[in-house]
């Protein structure tokens, strides 16, 4: 039994603050006291200090919040960021798919997976749900990369027999290797399966019916694909599905509309689409570095909101161009506006965190810093950049986080604990690996 008692500054925000707007918990001067990698105590140091008075003390300088969600990332594409010049489906054919096609090699999966999870720790994300590549072995590399940093991630092998043949497999392989992969992986450390069909135009009818039967037979699984994001994906998915309504119904007729179900974008939803989501229970991952970098959109944060859709946010790295999920919570604010919605700074971290936590399932164990949650957290350094130093100095709370939002990204991240264990050390530059 291991007692670990952190004092700072502590930020959390555990409900939506549009509709909680006394969800944010702050404490100016505040412990954090964790067991065995689980928060047990939490409070006012002025409250707690006596309770904890034989247990030696880590200072925390900096902000204390819940490690960031990433709720939309691609591992096989982070060698492909910034790949110049065309909007989603050409982009794909070009630029992605050949990088996703060299994950045919075991050894490349792991060359890449530790060096991807890595990236997330030294942006501040400690939970993140993952595309891998067609190939099963990617999703081996990934997990078991993730087992090592102990890190919370959900992946899943992707579904796709329609495409570029040498990334394709059938609907029977979908099927055979997502069960093996659901069976090797089930309850080891703190990983999670989803099943992953790449999107509506890259599987057959046969291989998204595997799918829904694979999201049926499995309670404990995700479903994790793409919606809506590009003008002329939607239009090549209305031609290819002239019997559904709109593109959330040709995933619908499948089963694979659902509380368990994670759509990426969602940028061209009519409200019908949006009241469905909400009816079920699915929700979307916001990507607006990604939207802004393939021109796909704004996100309509005003509708969703109107109907009660779930979200949280997604680095959706390669297309999107940067692993910070605080950097995107700054840019949501920006596509926010864009579309006429003022993205409030408390609520752009309830989705960099608890919103993002609730959307995969794990709002029970990470997200808010709460007792009886796991301990990830991340230490957010106002002083990173001269910039961000002048523009934080003496601030009130709200108008340091926004900063920290706008302005802010890798370097504002001093520190990464993993369930109460430094896992990234900026100015040491180093990570600390422990197995799960
Ligand atoms: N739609 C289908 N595949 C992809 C992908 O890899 N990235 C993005 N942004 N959208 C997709
Ligand atoms: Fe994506």
């Not at 090797?184 to 291989?207: H, I, K, M, N």
């Not at 759509?263 to 607006?288: K, M, N, Q, Y």
């Amino acid at each position: 039994m291991t007692i670990q008692v952190f004092r700072g500054e502590i930020l959390s925000v555990a409900r939506d603050p549009a509709l909680d707007p006394e969800a944010a918990l702050h404490h100016a001067d505040g412990l954090l006291v964790v067991e065995d990698g689980i928060i047990v105590d939490r409070g006012d140091h002025a409250d707690l200090a006596e309770r904890y008075a034989g247990v030696p003390v880590e200072r925390i300088e900096g902000l204390i919040v819940p490690g960031f969600i990433d709720a939309h990332v691609h591992y096989p594409q982070m060698d492909r960021i910034a790949a110049h010049g065309e909007q989603l489906l050409d982009w794909l054919e070009r630029h992605i798919f050949p990088a996703e096609a060299a994950f045919a090699d075991p050894g490349h999966a792991h060359a890449v997976a530790g060096p991807f999870l890595d990236e997330l720790l030294r942006h501040g994300t400690t939970s993140a749900l993952v595309f891998a590549t067609v190939h099963a072995h990617s999703v081996d590399a990934l997990f078991e990369a993730a087992l090592a940093r102990n890190m919370r991630i959900h992946a899943g092998k992707v579904l796709m027999d329609l495409g570029p043949p040498d990334l394709c497999d059938t609907a029977q392989a979908a099927r055979e290797e997502s069960e093996a992969l659901i069976r090797a992986w089930r309850g080891r450390g703190r990983l999670g399966y989803a099943v992953t069909p790449r999107f509506a135009l890259t599987s057959s009818d046969e291989q998204l019916a595997v799918a829904g039967d694979l999201l049926a037979r499995h309670p404990d699984v995700l479903l994790h694909t793409h919606l809506s994001e590009n003008v002329r994906e939607c239009a090549e998915v209305a031609a290819r599905f002239p019997e559904a309504s709109d593109y959330l119904d040709a995933y619908d007729r499948f089963g694979l509309v659902g509380a368990r179900s994670v759509f990426a974008h969602g940028i061209h939803l009519s409200d019908r689409e949006c009241a469905r989501l909400a009816e079920t229970g699915a929700g979307i991952a916001v990507c607006p570095s990604s939207n802004l970098f393939l021109g796909s959109g704004f996100f309509d944060f005003a509708r969703a909101g109107a109907h009660g859709v779930r979200l949280g946010l997604g680095s959706d790295i390669g297309a999107g161009t940067s692993f910070s999920v605080l950097h995107t919570s700054g840019l949501a604010y920006q596509a926010g506006l864009a579309g006429g919605y003022r993205l409030d700074p408390f609520r752009a971290l309830w989705l960099a965190t608890a919103g993002g936590a609730e959307l995969l399932h794990v709002g029970d164990k990470v997200g808010a810093l709460a007792i009886g949650q796991e301990a990830d957290f991340v230490v957010l350094d106002s002083g990173a950049t001269s910039l961000l130093a002048r523009r934080t100095a003496g601030a009130p709370l709200a108008e340091r986080l926004f900063a920290l939002q706008v302005l802010g990204d890798d370097r504002a991240v001093s520190r990464t604990y993993v369930m109460g264990r430094r896992a990234w050390d900026r100015d040491s530059a180093r990570f600390e690996f422990f197995g799960g």
